[in-house]
Structure formats: C-alpha cells, structure tokens
C-alpha cells in the first residue's frame, strides 16, 4: 500500500516549482557506485537502449571520434568502444566520482589509451577537433529552464562535424496530459515491483520531483531543430523515457 501512497505523492509533488539540480551533491561517490544498479531499476530497458544506438553509427568511418555528453560511469563509452576498437573517445561530466567510475571501467575494458576525460559543464568544453558522433543520455533532463537547455544542446552542436550524429535519450512528456499519468504510474509501479525499501522509494520520489524538467515532445523538437539538428527520429520508448537520433545541420 505504501507504494501507490508514494506514487500519488509524486504525482503531486511533481507540479511544484522546484531549483536547478546540483549534478555534484547528488552524483558523489557513494551514488555513483550505486548508479549502474539501479538505473537498470529504473529504466529496466537500459542495456537495450544501448545495444540500440550501435546500428545508427555503424556507417561512421573506421576511426571515428565519440564525445559522451554527461558520460556518467561510462555505458555508451564502454558499449561502442567494444563494437568500435579504433573509435577515439572524450568523457565529460560534472561529477569527479561519476567520471572516476567511467575512467575505471574504461581500464576494465583496456581501451584507456582511448578515452579523454574532462571533469566540468560540456559548455567549459573545448575540443581541438569536431566529433564525428556524440550521446547524451538521460542528461538534458535535469538541466531546468528552457535558454540552460538550448546552452547545452548548442555546445553539443558545436563539438560536431556537420552532418555529425547526436544520440540523444531523456526523461519527457507533457505533465498536464493523461497519457504522462498513465505513464508515471506504470513507470513508478515498474521500479516499486523490483523490492525497492518505502524509504528508497521516497528518496526517488523526491529526486524525481524535485530535480526532473520534464518538457513535452515537441518542445524537445524544437530545441535541438533551435540547436542546430535536424528533426530528431524517436527510435526507442520505455515509459516515460525516450530516445532519438538527430543529425547536425550540414
């Protein structure tokens, strides 16, 4: 009974006004030693999405380079780098302890000599050389207030080579329509079924409330057409997270 009390909670709670999300307090060492559990609980199709983004870059050249946009403990990096043996990879994020998660597990994977890290806001960012490709995954939604995000996804834009792919994948919908209810009650029900403790379970109803811009579609859209991409082609769902590939304008 607690989780349906909680989930109604979040569904309330998640009108309110609330400050832009500070990614270093929340993502420190004891979190991003957690990160890679439980995001799998919360987004139970993670390693899918993934193993999806393969295909859409499969006609880079041989030796293509790859920035990771908030790379967090380094799945895209970790998942491509393997497909990819000669790709070239750069990391950024804001938390040292996620970064210090990705740099391991690249070590795990010996693809070290690979992959540049960059501690610090994608915006601080600057590559001697475009990108052929870059991710940024389950990022934007935390970035609040509609200029910080067309920042962000303008920095992406001008670290790619024209023509470059964006993989992008977020948490979004319309928070005043029917079908986010039904979809935030079946996504809350989903991650409250995997045993997850009343006291977990409100520390994520919080973080959710809390620190999650949720935007509609098509706002989306017309960031990343304002940003300098083409139309972005939605090509995976799991309830209310969604991911898309876009092109940069050529």
């Known amino acids: ?85 000669s790709w070239r990879f750069v990391a950024v994020d804001v938390s040292l302890d996620m970064l210090g998660a990705c740099q391991h597990r690249a070590a795990e994977a010996k693809m070290a000599s690979r992959v540049t890290f960059f501690n610090g806001r994608l ?55 029917p079908e986010f209810a039904r979809l935030l009650d079946a996504w809350l029900l989903s991650y409250a079924s995997h045993g997850v403790s009343a006291d977990e379970l409100a520390q994520d109803r919080a973080h959710i409330e809390n620190d999650v811009d949720f935007v509609p579609e098509g706002e989306l859209v017309a960031l990343l057409n304002e940003a300098g991409f083409s139309n972005p082609l939605l090509f995976y769902q799991t309830y209310l997270f969604g991911g898309c590939m876009a092109t940069k304008h050529v």
């Not at 909680?6 to 006004?17: A, D, G």
């Not at 939604?141 to 200029?147: A, L, M, S, V």
């Open 123 to 177: 915006q601080e960012y600057q590559s001697p050389s475009l990108f052929d490709s870059a991710s940024s995954v389950f990022v934007a939604h935390f970035i609040k207030g509609r200029d910080e995000k067309l920042a962000y996804f303008r920095s992406i834009a001008a670290n790619l080579k024209p023509g470059g792919l964006l993989i992008f994948a977020d948490l979004f919908g319309e928070k005043s329509s």
């Open 1 to 85: 009974m607690h989780q349906i009390v909680l989930i109604q909670e979040v569904r309330h709670y998640m009108t309110q006004p609330s400050e832009q999300f500070d990614v270093t307090a929340h993502f420190d060492e004891s979190l991003a030693a957690k990160y890679d559990r439980r995001i799998r609980l919360f987004c139970p199709s993670y390693d899918t999405l993934h193993q999806m983004i393969v295909p859409w870059l499969q006609g880079l050249p041989e030796e293509s380079t790859f920035l990771s946009a908030g790379a967090g403990t380094g799945a895209e990096i970790a998942t491509l780098g393997k497909r990819f043996p």
